[in-house]
């Protein structure tokens, strides 16, 4: 680890680029041609915008949960997502009203590529050549529109979704630093990094399609409209088709979502178990304990595996209805109206097939995504919750405060302590402690059998135990050695830096005073 050294980074255009260069990126122009031409560094980045900073993002979420908590006067933190929700309601509800607009285009496209089309088919009739150039104007417009609205609407998804991942990841480090040990030790670091990982990522992605639930809603009653104004009762069997699929994607949704946590839990089992024979290698190494530990694994991972092929198999089902849907849906439409005597016109077979395609990428997409990703993003915010709802610290009954000039020697007081893990009193770690550790006592040396209590009361003065009645006062500052010896993947120096700058005197001096100096 070596010392933290601040990155220069070039000012962000962004911040004072016009609206028209936001909506097109005009201001990247320059940054393109210089990674076109020449290798980028890292001093080429742009320095984070202060809406995109993790303190404030982090900053702005806290202040939001303390007062839903004290607005609701509850013990347990509100939901983290629901706060991020309504700290950034103005944003979301723009952005949505953006969506219904852009997916109203498509539909409105459809429409007048249909007329166009109708005029080529019909030629020339009283005026139909001046309505033709303005169909054409309006759908190149359109068309333009669309594709512009696309990139801005998705750029802006995906800051609002990196602001949650940088928002949420910032609780759960946080988090990791209050954690008291015996939630600790109920945690595998590996869970952690499912946290900060795969679960964000399944939060980032409900913000993605959201909004079609409902948003596809009324773009059916929309389209459904206009068939029925184009093809008349012969519509409806079509439709009736394509409403039978809905329930079936909330059902593929619910199931999405049962395999959604079987798999996270699984997959959670999985990584604990790997991580205790990690931790325990040389113990199993030496009584020759692979074989029996790998089966343990392995059939874990099967269990897994078989649930991700279900759902994958899921998803091809679900894709088989959304390739097939429009083209069944279609001919039995095509059908009904030939049948009934009314002739198939150019105008009549494009426009119908192009509704539908606009409903199957609606309901056989983006809907079954916005159950599966919402169903997905539930499951894992409440696992996330579940970790942000862990005890912390046990502080309580803890006075710790730096030396004054009313107290100005340093000491460590007991005073008729009772303490447990479990916080109850049933299975007491330390009952009815009594002590005085001060200038006295410059040496203290507590012995006792395995479980006697000797860590539990270096805990209490760390306030790492729940201590139920009594207190501990600590007057001066506490430096803590472990029992748990670790060491971080670098230089020996750099372990004994911890990050610190090179000072060759004081250096010299920590290694002499640890009986280092053969090592170093």
């Given at each position: 680890?070596?010392?933290?050294?601040?990155?220069?980074?070039?000012?962000?255009?962004?911040?004072?680029?016009?609206?028209?260069?936001?909506?097109?990126?005009?201001?990247?122009?320059?940054?393109?041609?210089?990674?076109?031409?020449?290798?980028?560094?890292?001093?080429?980045?742009?320095?984070?915008?202060?809406?995109h900073s993790s303190f404030?993002?982090?900053?702005?979420?806290?202040?939001?949960?303390?007062?839903?908590?004290?607005?609701?006067?509850?013990?347990?933190?509100?939901?983290?997502?629901?706060?991020?929700?309504?700290?950034?309601?103005?944003?979301?509800?723009?952005?949505?009203?953006?969506?219904?607009?852009?997916?109203?285009?498509?539909?409105?496209?459809?429409?007048?590529?249909?007329?166009?089309?109708?005029?080529?088919?019909?030629?020339?009739?009283?005026?139909?050549?001046?309505?033709?150039?303005?169909?054409?104007?309006?759908?190149?417009?359109?068309?333009?529109?669309?594709?512009?609205?696309?990139?801005?609407?998705?750029?802006?998804?995906?800051?609002?979704?990196?602001?949650?991942?940088?928002?949420?990841?910032?609780?759960?480090?946080?988090?990791?630093?209050?954690?008291?040990?015996?939630?600790?030790?109920?945690?595998?670091?590996?869970?952690?990094?499912?946290?900060?990982?795969?679960?964000?990522?399944?939060?980032?992605?409900?913000?993605?399609?959201?909004?079609?639930?409902?948003?596809?809603?009324?773009?059916?009653?929309?389209?459904?409209?206009?068939?029925?104004?184009?093809?008349?009762?012969?519509?409806?069997?079509?439709?009736?088709?394509?409403?039978?699929?809905?329930?079936?994607?909330?059902?593929?949704?619910?199931?999405?979502?049962?395999?959604?946590?079987?798999?996270?839990?699984?997959?959670?089992?999985?990584?604990?178990?790997?991580?205790?024979?990690?931790?325990?290698?040389?113990?199993?190494?030496?009584?020759?304990?692979?074989?029996?530990?790998?089966?343990?694994?392995?059939?874990?991972?099967?269990?897994?595996?078989?649930?991700?092929?279900?759902?994958?198999?899921?998803?091809?089902?679900?894709?088989?209805?959304?390739?097939?849907?429009?083209?069944?849906?279609?001919?039995?439409?095509?059908?009904?109206?030939?049948?009934?005597?009314?002739?198939?016109?150019?105008?009549?077979?494009?426009?119908?097939?192009?509704?539908?395609?606009?409903?199957?990428?609606?309901?056989?997409?983006?809907?079954?995504?916005?159950?599966?990703?919402?169903?997905?993003?539930?499951a894992s915010m409440k696992r996330v919750q579940?970790?942000?709802?862990?005890?912390?610290?046990?502080?309580?009954?803890?006075?710790?405060?730096?030396?004054?000039?009313?107290?100005?020697?340093?000491?460590?007081?007991?005073?008729?302590?009772?303490?447990?893990?479990?916080?109850?009193?049933?299975?007491?770690?330390?009952?009815?402690?009594?002590?005085?550790?001060?200038?006295?006592?410059?040496?203290?040396?507590?012995?006792?059998?395995?479980?006697?209590?000797?860590?539990?009361?270096?805990?209490?003065?760390?306030?790492?135990?729940?201590?139920?009645?009594?207190?501990?006062?600590?007057?001066?500052?506490?430096?803590?050695?472990?029992?748990?010896?670790?060491?971080?993947?670098?230089?020996?120096?750099?372990?004994?830096?911890?990050?610190?700058?090179?000072?060759?005197?004081?250096?010299?001096?920590?290694?002499?005073?640890?009986?280092?100096?053969?090592?170093?």
């Amino acid at each position: 680890m070596e010392p933290l050294k601040k990155l220069e980074k070039a000012k962000n255009p962004k911040k004072n680029a016009s609206k028209l260069s936001k909506l097109l990126f005009w201001y990247l122009n320059k940054f393109f041609v210089k990674g076109y031409r020449e290798d980028l560094e890292l001093s080429d980045l742009f320095e984070t915008l202060e809406e995109h900073s993790s303190f404030k993002l982090s900053s702005d979420l806290k202040r939001e949960i303390e007062r839903r908590r004290d607005k609701d006067d509850s013990e347990h933190k509100p939901n983290a997502l629901i706060s991020f929700v309504l700290a950034k309601k103005t944003l979301i509800v723009f952005l949505g009203v953006a969506q219904f607009v852009w997916e109203a285009s498509h539909v409105l496209n459809a429409i007048l590529v249909g007329y166009l089309i109708d005029y080529f088919a019909v030629g020339d009739q009283g005026g139909g050549k001046t309505n033709a150039l303005i169909y054409a104007t309006v759908i190149a417009v359109m068309t333009l529109f669309i594709s512009v609205g696309h990139y801005a609407f998705d750029y802006h998804l995906e800051c609002l979704g990196l602001q949650l991942r940088s928002a949420i990841s910032s609780l759960v480090y946080e988090k990791v630093t209050r954690l008291s040990q015996g939630a600790f030790g109920n945690t595998a670091a590996g869970n952690i990094v499912n946290h900060m990982s795969s679960d964000v990522h399944k939060l980032i992605m409900m913000f993605f399609f959201f909004n079609y639930f409902w948003i596809t809603p009324i773009k059916l009653v929309l389209v459904f409209g206009l068939l029925y104004m184009s093809l008349g009762i012969s519509a409806l069997p079509g439709i009736a088709l394509l409403l039978s699929f809905i329930p079936l994607q909330i059902y593929l949704g619910k199931v999405f979502a049962n395999l959604r946590k079987t798999v996270g839990g699984l997959t959670d089992e999985r990584v604990k178990i790997t991580s205790e024979v990690i931790k325990g290698i040389r113990a199993i190494k030496m009584y020759t304990w692979e074989e029996p530990f790998r089966r343990i694994i392995q059939e874990s991972r099967r269990k897994e595996v078989k649930k991700i092929l279900t759902s994958q198999v899921i998803r091809a089902v679900n894709i088989t209805i959304f390739v097939c849907m429009p083209y069944i849906c279609g001919a039995l439409m095509f059908t009904m109206y030939y049948l009934r005597g009314n002739p198939l016109t150019t105008t009549t077979v494009f426009s119908t097939l192009a509704l539908l395609q606009l409903v199957r990428f609606s309901l056989c997409v983006f809907f079954p995504l916005a159950v599966k990703s919402s169903a997905e993003a539930l499951a894992s915010m409440k696992r996330v919750q579940a970790f942000l709802n862990m005890d912390e610290e046990a502080c309580n009954n803890l006075v710790s405060r730096p030396l004054s000039s009313d107290d100005p020697l340093p000491y460590v007081q007991f005073s008729n302590v009772n303490a447990s893990w479990k916080k109850e009193m049933t299975s007491l770690a330390l009952s009815n402690i009594n002590i005085r550790i001060d200038e006295k006592t410059p040496l203290l040396i507590i012995i006792g059998a395995v479980g006697s209590g000797k860590t539990s009361a270096l805990m209490s003065v760390c306030g790492e135990i729940p201590i139920l009645s009594g207190g501990v006062t600590v007057n001066g500052r506490v430096s803590y050695a472990s029992q748990v010896p670790w060491i971080f993947s670098g230089t020996v120096r750099q372990n004994i830096l911890f990050g610190e700058p090179f000072v060759k005197e004081k250096y010299r001096a920590v290694v002499s005073a640890c009986s280092l100096s053969k090592v170093c």
